[in-house]
Nanobody, 122 residues
Framework: VQLQAYGGGLVQTGGSLRLSCAAS????????MGWFRQAPGKEREFVAR????????YSADSVKGRFTISRDNAKNTVYLQMNSLKPEDTAVYYC????????????????WGQGTLVTVSS
């Protein structure tokens, strides 16, 4: 499956963005999906994940209550709605897919998008 993330940009503190990740080349509903991010000089970190049907979501403590992951299997797309953005949310955001894992760390995910940059100004 090929993944393409988009929707990043420059936003002020307290603002909102919605990231999208479009999948192609596979049966989207067979994949658990995750969002990760990587800030300059830091390791890639888990943000949120959602199961194949969308019935279960889980977010990192750092974004809980502000970010929401969702998916539309009919559109082969997973979303990350980001509200109340903070400067520390500045990073390249990546979507990832795996048919088995629902891990909260990057290693098990087999498929990755190219990343979209989110910059939050103070």
């Amino acid at each position: 499956v090929q993944l393409q993330a988009y929707g990043g940009g420059l936003v002020q503190t307290g603002g909102s963005l919605r990231l999208s990740c479009a999948a192609s080349g596979g049966t989207f509903s067979r994949y658990n999906m995750g969002w990760f991010r990587q800030a300059p000089g830091k390791e890639r970190e888990f943000v949120a994940r959602i199961t194949r049907s969308g019935s279960t979501q889980y977010s990192a403590d750092s974004v809980k209550g502000r970010f929401t992951i969702s998916r539309d299997n009919a559109k082969n797309t997973v979303y990350l709605q980001m509200n109340s953005l903070k400067p520390e949310d500045t990073a390249v955001y990546y979507c990832a897919a795996d048919p088995r894992s629902i891990a909260t760390y990057a290693a098990p995910y087999d498929y990755w998008g190219q990343g979209t940059l989110v910059t939050v100004s103070s």
